[in-house]
């Protein structure tokens, strides 16, 4: 497989670890005990067992033929992660983390979360696990998310919202930060993506490439080859790069990232980091960010929550730079379209986040013709997005 | 060549005294009014200077400093503004030094070889990038190497003995020992705790120890000053500043700076 990161944590010249002092010996006790744990068979053995029993693994790959019609083309498989235990992919990397933290004797979890998937995940495997849980979230996103704040709520975590900044995810994120460096030493920080300070991208990437592992044996007994292509929405990138971790070295699979590109890329209101950003330094890491001409960091936008990040995984950018991963967009517009026709077509109702790679996979779809082959990650399911859409139809529930 | 931060610790060393660096946010609420304070500093009895430039993402400081680095993007404080500071304190002060004070971002932006030139240029000394850990600061460190610029290494509780090695490795000017692991403006670490990390540090690097992080009033600033080469208080001056303005920051700061520069035992 892939020989990176290196030793510090570089994917190429992005990734490496950007902290405070007072993070830099928790960060290298985190890397030796995952170092370590990523080694033994009974960390793997604890983390299978879960994932079969609890979260309800392996997620299906379904043939969507509705879709695949509507699209007159490439057929159309879906990855189906909105089927997990908590809605969403986001469990696969908390159960891991977790399961971490028990092995360093941490109890107090720390967390950030922007559409609240991350956090009820989170706030989910502590409660399992008899663990303290702390969710940071932005008070804009608090706002937009209601039913994911109730949830973390009944599960017994504590949710602080955000009111520094922008008031959402990148927010949350530092005040995580904030926290961790404040008690680094009984405190767990559990990133909910593939970034920040190493080693989270490398090792939230494992914990999430059971997805592609898995849809990979999957295609292959469906339609004995590999797909031409491979297309997921991006925020952070986890559900994006666990799915593409297993294709990477298999070149004749295309790999598709779609950024949330708002209210259009060419606005100032977009997510859409590689498509509209530079190379920089925030949290912890180097990749590509939304900045302006001074190297501040530019507000993101997105109907999403968990898209809405000005930044990026420093895998991304590398894939990216090296051309091995394609980036594209789609709007907030498109994305609301989108939702609406999986739910009418496929009788899944789609996370807004994940909506996003559909209309880009119905492109391809025309694009590869009938022969062609593509799974989609459909990272979460949508139904704590049912508000936000029903507010745009100006239907009262 | 001795730069000004050696004189001063050896004009302090002389006098057998703990020195008083002062943190302010340039910029904040305006370039004039920063500039202002800054210039007055010196003669409230600040031995060296910390130059805060804002960032929006400040995830090291507490609110207020957040707070007072927003209010400074807002009057349009940017990198090269906060230089033009140090070009104008310059023009009547050859001997404070200046720390800049700021996280990687937007100097990464500009260019580490440009910023370590443009910081010469206006009369800077030294700076302190609280997210660029000795592990990535290599390329900025090469530059400042090359106009004779000091990178300032943080050091913290968590720095045990296995670490320390690696972070006062390649150090100039002085180490700043963060005296609580947590944020700005935080509660202050324990006396005893901070005479012990002092001795180490000052061991293991050489150069003098300053301790900074949760000194907010005279009496703090006197019990650090006992063990530390200088005291550094950020937050109790921007919070005075901002919430009562000039005279009554600058009063703060004869306060704390008298405190801390008693004679040593």
Same mark, same amino acid.
């Given at each position: 497989?892939?020989?990176?990161?290196?030793?510090?944590?570089?994917?190429?010249?992005?990734?490496?670890?950007?902290?405070?002092?007072?993070?830099?010996?928790?960060?290298?006790?985190?890397?030796?005990?995952?170092?370590?744990?990523?080694?033994?068979?009974?960390?793997?053995?604890?983390?299978?067992?879960?994932?079969?029993?609890?979260?309800?693994?392996?997620?299906?790959?379904?043939?969507?033929?509705?879709?695949?019609?509507?699209?007159?083309?490439?057929?159309?498989?879906?990855?189906?992660?909105?089927? $997990?235990?908590?809605?969403?992919?986001?469990?696969?990397?908390?159960?891991?983390?977790?399961?971490?933290?028990?092995?360093?004797?941490?109890?107090?979890?720390?967390?950030?979360?922007?559409?609240?998937?991350?956090?009820?995940?989170?706030?989910?495997?502590?409660?399992?696990?008899?663990?303290?849980?702390?969710?940071?979230?932005?008070?804009?996103?608090?706002?937009?998310?209601?039913?994911?704040?109730?949830?973390?709520?009944?599960?017994?975590?504590?949710?602080?919202?955000?009111?520094?900044?922008?008031?959402?995810?990148?927010?949350?994120?530092?005040?995580?930060?904030?926290?961790?460096?404040?008690?680094?030493?009984?405190?767990?920080?559990?990133?909910?993506?593939?970034?920040?300070?190493?080693?989270?991208?490398?090792?939230?990437?494992?914990?999430?490439?059971?997805?592609?592992?898995?849809?990979?044996?999957?295609?292959?007994?469906?339609? $004995?080859?590999?797909?031409?292509?491979?297309?997921? =929405?991006?925020?952070?990138?986890?559900?994006?790069?666990?799915?593409?971790?297993?294709?990477?070295?298999?070149?004749?699979?295309?790999?598709?990232?779609?950024?949330?590109?708002?209210?259009?890329?060419?606005?100032?209101?977009?997510?859409?980091?590689?498509?509209?950003?530079?190379?920089?330094?925030?949290?912890?890491?180097?990749?590509?960010?939304?900045?302006?001409?001074?190297?501040?960091?530019?507000?993101?936008?997105?109907?999403?929550?968990?898209?809405?990040?000005?930044?990026?995984?420093?895998?991304?950018?590398?894939?990216?730079?090296?051309?091995?991963?394609?980036?594209?967009? =789609?709007?907030?517009?498109?994305?609301? $379209?989108?939702?609406?026709?999986?739910?009418?077509?496929?009788?899944?109702?789609?996370?807004?986040?994940?909506?996003?790679?559909?209309?880009?996979?119905?492109?391809?779809?025309?694009?590869?013709?009938?022969?062609?082959?593509?799974?989609?990650?459909?990272?979460?399911?949508?139904?704590?997005?049912? $508000?936000?859409?029903?507010?745009?139809?100006?239907?009262?529930? | 060549?001795?730069?000004?931060?050696?004189?001063?610790?050896?004009?302090?060393?002389?006098?057998?005294?703990?020195?008083?660096?002062?943190?302010?946010?340039?910029?904040?609420?305006?370039?004039?009014?920063?500039?202002?304070?800054?210039?007055?500093?010196?003669?409230? %009895?600040?031995?060296?200077?910390?130059?805060?430039?804002?960032?929006?993402?400040?995830?090291?400081?507490?609110?207020?400093?957040?707070?007072?680095?927003?209010?400074?993007?807002?009057? %349009?404080?940017?990198?090269?503004?906060?230089?033009?500071?140090?070009?104008?304190?310059?023009?009547?002060?050859?001997?404070?030094?200046?720390?800049?004070?700021?996280?990687?971002?937007?100097?990464?932006?500009?260019?580490?070889?440009?910023?370590?030139?443009?910081?010469?240029?206006?009369?800077?000394?030294?700076?302190?990038?609280?997210?660029?850990?000795?592990?990535?600061?290599?390329?900025?460190?090469?530059?400042?190497?090359?106009?004779?610029?000091?990178?300032?290494?943080?050091?913290?509780?968590?720095?045990?003995?296995?670490?320390?090695?690696?972070?006062?490795?390649?150090?100039?000017?002085?180490?700043?020992?963060?005296?609580?692991?947590?944020?700005?403006?935080?509660?202050?670490?324990?006396?005893?705790?901070?005479?012990?990390?002092?001795?180490?540090?000052?061991?293991?690097? %050489?150069?003098?120890?300053?301790?900074?992080?949760?000194?907010?009033?005279?009496?703090?600033?006197?019990?650090?000053?006992?063990?530390?080469?200088?005291?550094?208080? %950020?937050?109790?001056?921007?919070?005075?500043?901002?919430?009562?303005?000039?005279?009554?920051?600058?009063?703060?700061?004869?306060?704390?700076?008298?405190?801390?520069?008693?004679?040593?035992?």
């Amino acid at each position: 497989m892939t020989n990176y990161p290196d030793e510090n944590g570089r994917f190429g010249s992005f990734g490496g670890r950007y902290v405070a002092e007072t993070l830099m010996p928790p960060i290298l006790a985190l890397e030796s005990a995952y170092k370590e744990a990523r080694k033994d068979p009974s960390f793997w053995a604890e983390f299978d067992n879960f994932a079969q029993h609890y979260v309800g693994r392996p997620s299906p790959l379904y043939f969507a033929e509705r879709l695949t019609e509507y699209g007159k083309g490439a057929k159309i498989y879906l990855k189906r992660e909105d089927l $997990n235990h908590t809605g969403a992919h986001k469990i696969n990397n908390v159960l891991g983390q977790l399961l971490l933290a028990k092995r360093m004797g941490k109890k107090r979890i720390i967390a950030e979360t922007g559409a609240g998937q991350h956090g009820v995940a989170t706030a989910t495997m502590a409660a399992r696990l008899g663990m303290d849980c702390i969710v940071f979230m932005g008070a804009v996103d608090i706002e937009r998310q209601k039913p994911n704040v109730f949830r973390m709520k009944l599960l017994g975590a504590e949710v602080r919202s955000v009111t520094s900044g922008t008031s959402t995810l990148k927010d949350a994120m530092n005040d995580a930060l904030r926290d961790w460096v404040t008690h680094a030493s009984e405190t767990f920080y559990c990133i909910g993506t593939v970034a920040g300070p190493a080693p989270y991208p490398e090792m939230v990437r494992e914990f999430q490439s059971i997805i592609g592992r898995e849809a990979k044996a999957q295609i292959l007994k469906a339609e $004995n080859r590999l797909p031409d292509a491979v297309v997921a =929405c991006i925020g952070g990138g986890s559900n994006a790069m666990g799915i593409f971790h297993e294709f990477i070295e298999d070149k004749n699979v295309r790999l598709i990232g779609v950024e949330a590109a708002g209210r259009g890329v060419d606005t100032d209101e977009h997510a859409a980091s590689l498509t509209g950003g530079a190379p920089g330094i925030l949290h912890g890491n180097r990749t590509y960010l939304l900045q302006d001409e001074h190297g501040q960091i530019n507000d993101a936008h997105s109907i999403s929550a968990g898209l809405d990040y000005p930044g990026i995984g420093p895998e991304h950018s590398y894939l990216h730079e090296i051309g091995r991963a394609e980036y594209v967009s =789609c709007t907030d517009n498109e994305a609301v $379209n989108a939702f609406q026709l999986c739910t009418k077509l496929e009788g899944i109702i789609p996370a807004l986040e994940s909506a996003h790679a559909l209309p880009r996979t119905l492109d391809l779809a025309k694009e590869l013709g009938g022969d062609g082959l593509i799974i989609m990650n459909m990272s979460g399911r949508g139904d704590k997005d049912v $508000n936000t859409i029903a507010g745009l139809m100006g239907v009262e529930i | 060549m001795t730069t000004r931060i050696d004189k001063t610790f050896a004009r302090l060393r002389a006098a057998n005294q703990s020195g008083f660096v002062a943190y302010i946010m340039g910029g904040d609420p305006s370039h004039a009014a920063s500039l202002e304070l800054m210039k007055a500093l010196p003669d409230a %009895g600040v031995d060296i200077i910390e130059l805060g430039m804002p960032f929006t993402d400040p995830a090291a400081d507490g609110p207020v400093i957040e707070l007072a680095g927003l209010r400074a993007l807002k009057s %349009g404080t940017t990198v090269r503004s906060v230089l033009d500071m140090a070009t104008d304190f310059r023009k009547d002060n050859d001997d404070t030094p200046i720390i800049l004070m700021g996280y990687a971002n937007p100097i990464h932006h500009m260019g580490y070889a440009e910023f370590a030139a443009a910081a010469k240029d206006s009369g800077v000394d030294g700076a302190i990038i609280v997210d660029l850990p000795p592990e990535e600061d290599g390329e900025l460190r090469a530059a400042f190497d090359q106009h004779d610029l000091a990178l300032i290494r943080l050091a913290t509780p968590t720095t045990d003995d296995a670490r320390l090695p690696t972070v006062v490795a390649g150090t100039k000017g002085f180490v700043y020992y963060v005296s609580v692991a947590g944020i700005t403006g935080a509660a202050k670490g324990e006396n005893a705790a901070i005479s012990d990390a002092v001795n180490r540090i000052r061991t293991a690097s %050489g150069l003098p120890v300053v301790v900074g992080f949760g000194i907010k009033t005279p009496e703090q600033s006197a019990q650090v000053a006992a063990h530390a080469d200088a005291v550094v208080v %950020g937050s109790a001056i921007v919070e005075a500043f901002h919430k009562n303005g000039k005279d009554a920051a600058l009063a703060l700061v004869k306060n704390l700076s008298a405190a801390a520069q008693v004679n040593r035992p």
